[in-house]
């Protein structure tokens, strides 16, 4: 059920997709946001949203752990834009660590939510007091 995932979370769909350019079966996501309704997921450079009638479709998949990842404290950021495209955007607000790595960013908010941000990403617009790391 789409309840049972959170942003940060990878799924992979089952079942091949009829419509161009639409995910194809095994291929891995990243969970962006959930709602009561559906979940949104970031596959590499695009993004998907799931309504509850679809969410046969997607199952937990394996997660890599990296007991090596190398966080930055930050101070002082109000919010941070990750730019996909031109109408395609994360907005994170609160981040007080992240971590870099080749597949994209991993964030932490002051509230202790998590995120990870595919590294498709065209830009960053960071809102903040001053530069930090």
């Known amino acids: 059920m789409i309840k049972h995932f959170k942003p940060g979370d990878l799924v992979v769909r089952l079942k091949d997709s009829a419509g161009k350019g639409r ?12 709602s009561r309704r559906s979940v949104i997921v970031c ?8 309504w509850l009638a679809d969410n046969a479709e997607l199952y937990a998949a394996p997660a890599n752990t990296a007991p090596d990842l190398k ?14 495209s031109e109408d395609q955007r994360i907005k994170v607000v609160g981040v007080v660590r992240l971590c870099v790595r080749p597949s994209g960013h ?10 990870i941000i595919p590294g498709k990403f065209t830009a960053i617009e960071i809102v903040a007091k001053e530069w930090s790391a």
């Open 43 to 50: 596959y590499p450079g695009k993004f998907r949203e799931f």
């Open 106 to 115: 991993r964030l932490e908010t002051e509230s202790g939510k998590k995120f």
């Open 23 to 34: 995910a194809q079966r095994g291929q891995v996501a990243h969970v962006v946001s959930v």
């Open 71 to 84: 966080w930055t404290e930050l101070r002082g950021e109000i919010s941070r834009t990750y730019h996909f």
